[in-house]
T-cell receptor, first 114, second 115 residues
Framework: NAGVTQTPKFQVLKTGQSMTLQCAQDMNHEYMSWYRQDPGMGLRLIHYSVGAGITDQGEVPNGYNVSRSTTEDFPLRLLSAAPSQTSVYFC?????????????FGSGTRLTVV | AQSVTQLGSHVSVSEGALVLLRCNYSSSVPPYLFWYVQYPNQGLQLLLKYTSAATLVKGINGFEAEFKKSETSFHLTKPSAHMSDAAEYFCAVSGTGQAGTALIFGKGTTLSVSS
């Protein structure tokens, strides 16, 4: 099925551990982004990419790294997990003309850092 | 900077009643506006979008929203609530400048529907 696939769906990390959240889309979308969702905070942009090889920071980038080596994949790396990074993470993608098409979201990764 | 304010973090209605979820935006340029719905343990799904073609926008599942520039509002309505409408709803506005590549989301409104 076409769409945005996120793995894993759930993850528990210990403080200080690192991990990569995977995001893949098969719609040939140029634009991809990562958001985190926290209760009462809505969705906040972490990092985004307008195409392969191009990434930039969003509102809350500290503690996260991204890369975009292919159009399809946009992994999010947590360098040294902290309890403040406990959240639900969503990957979203869109055509370059994103405001006319809107975003397609993945189903999310629920991360708990203990 | 662009921003979105959703009035009311929680709205409760009875089945069959009118649904009204409020969204006000701030934008220095003509905005693109969106409503998304999130069902429990799922990602966000696009309900409808305003892209300047028409001020009254119809979306999926019987929802619609009206863009009112004078009130900087984009409220979401549905004439008759159904139990399946219970979810969290997010309003979003297009960013500008460096943020012009992203959507700016409101904090969300949880809709509860009782029988």
């Amino acid at each position: 099925n076409a769409g945005v696939t996120q793995t894993p769906k759930f993850q528990v990390l210990k403080t200080g551990q690192s991990m990569t959240l995977q995001c893949a889309q098969d719609m040939n979308h140029e634009y991809m982004s990562w958001y985190r969702q926290d209760p009462g905070m809505g969705l906040r942009l972490i990092h985004y990419s307008v195409g392969a090889g191009i990434t930039d920071q969003g509102e809350v980038p500290n503690g996260y790294n991204v890369s975009r080596s292919t159009t399809e994949d946009f992994p999010l790396r947590l360098l040294s997990a902290a309890p403040s990074q406990t959240s639900v993470y969503f990957c979203a993608s869109s055509y370059a003309d994103k405001f006319n098409y809107g975003y397609t979201f993945g189903s999310g990764t629920r991360l708990t850092v203990v | 900077a662009q921003s979105v304010t959703q009035l009311g973090s929680h709205v409760s209605v009875s089945e069959g009643a009118l649904v009204l979820l409020r969204c006000n935006y701030s934008s220095s340029v003509p905005p693109y506006l969106f409503w998304y719905v999130q069902y429990p343990n799922q990602g966000l799904q696009l309900l409808l979008k305003y892209t300047s073609a028409a001020t009254l926008v119809k979306g999926i599942n019987g929802f619609e929203a009206e863009f009112k520039k004078s009130e900087t509002s984009f409220h979401l309505t549905k004439p008759s609530a159904h139990m399946s409408d219970a979810a969290e709803y997010f309003c979003a506005v297009s960013g500008t400048g460096q943020a012009g590549t992203a959507l700016i989301f409101g904090k969300g409104t949880t809709l509860s529907v009782s029988s």
